[in-house]
């Protein structure tokens, strides 16, 4: 909890964390997740969600959104806007959403990664955050397997693509699937494999 603590020092009183999933995918959204953790928060396991097991991840989420003391929110930008306006761009926007939808306005807002320009919200980005800030981790867990939830409804959706066993993301599996079947309404038109399979 340093820098959330550190920027509550400041004057800051609801800190909270963001972090997305799924930037890297050919299908499906990009989620963001931003949390809010109560005063004295602590967890043993609660870490950057891809150094964790798929089963520790879906533990810590069920505990996280559970908590009466916790405040969350979640929020995407779909294929189509990723096509419209680019992955960063509409990372950016998914994690302003996810801000501005909280239940408790922010005060400050510690980001993953590089700063995000014109974040509507007063913000610092924190390279490789979800290893070092809690609110970060907690958002980063909650962000990715909704996202993976998100992905294996699509699975049964559009079963020919394997979307249960890859989410999304450039597998061997899922580029034969692409070749074969060509692209859903869920693919990434602008991202290259998809572009090629779509030319």
């Not at 590089?114 to 970060?136: E, M, R, T, Y």
Request: proline share 6%; with cysteine.
């Amino acid at each position: 909890m340093e820098y959330e603590l550190a920027m509550q020092d400041d004057g800051f009183r609801w800190v909270a964390g963001i972090d997305e999933a799924g930037r890297g995918p050919l299908a499906g959204p990009v989620s963001a997740s931003a949390v809010i953790l109560p005063d004295g928060f602590s967890h043993e396991f609660l870490n950057d969600s891809k150094k964790l097991t798929e089963k520790r991840r879906e533990k810590l989420y069920e505990e996280l959104t559970a908590s009466d003391d916790l405040v969350w929110s979640l929020a995407y930008a779909d294929a189509e806007e990723v096509d419209t306006i680019n992955i960063l761009n509409a990372t950016h926007k998914a994690m302003a959403r996810a801000a501005e939808s909280l239940t408790l306005r922010p005060d400050f807002c510690l980001i993953d990664g590089l700063p995000v320009p014109a974040f509507p919200i007063a913000s610092k980005g924190i390279v490789k955050g979800d290893g070092k800030s809690l609110s970060i981790a907690a958002a980063s867990i909650i962000a990715k397997v909704s996202r993976d939830r998100l992905m294996l409804a699509y699975a049964e959706k559009y079963p020919e693509y394997g979307f249960e066993r890859h989410k999304g993301y450039g597998t061997k599996l899922h580029l034969e699937a692409l070749r074969e079947h060509g692209p859903c309404p869920i693919h990434r038109r602008s991202f290259a494999p998809v572009a090629r399979v779509c030319d």
